[in-house]
């Protein structure tokens, strides 16, 4: 499985950013993580291969939204009202299965893909 993520990029604070990540080699539930310098990897959100259930980071829902594009085995990440503190490096991950008690460990993702630099800033 090969993840590609791309649409990271600088922006200014309340802007939006939309990430996107294709996936080869099969489907699977698929998520984000992000990684801010000095930090743990931390869930942002994921979504399962039929698009049937989503799971996101509390305090993140409401600004964040993940979906699938149809008919695709790609996913995106859209990012409205974006803060300082959502500069991270932003990354793509899949798993074959995910569950209300694994999807937010990144153990439970087997396949990552290169990550996407995300900066907000003025």
């Known amino acids: 499985v090969q993840l590609q993520a791309s649409g990271g990029g600088l922006v200014q604070p309340g802007g939006s950013l939309r990430l996107s990540c294709a996936a080869s080699?099969?489907?699977?539930?698929m998520g984000w993580f992000r990684q801010a310098p000095g930090e743990d990897r931390i869930f942002v959100a994921a979504?399962?291969?039929?698009?049937?259930?989503?799971y996101y980071q509390e305090f993140l829902q409401g600004r964040f939204t993940i979906s699938r594009v149809s008919g695709e085995n790609t996913i995106v990440l859209q990012m409205n009202a974006l803060k300082p503190e959502d500069t991270a490096v932003y990354y793509c991950?899949?798993?074959?299965?995910?569950?209300?008690?694994?999807?937010?460990?990144?153990?439970?993702?087997?396949?990552w893909g290169q990550g996407t630099q995300v900066t907000v800033s003025s």
């Open positions: 979504i399962s291969s039929s698009a049937r259930h989503t």
């Open positions: 991950a899949a798993a074959p299965a995910l569950s209300v008690r694994t999807y937010r460990s990144a153990a439970t993702y087997h396949y």
């Open positions: 080699g099969g489907s699977y539930d």
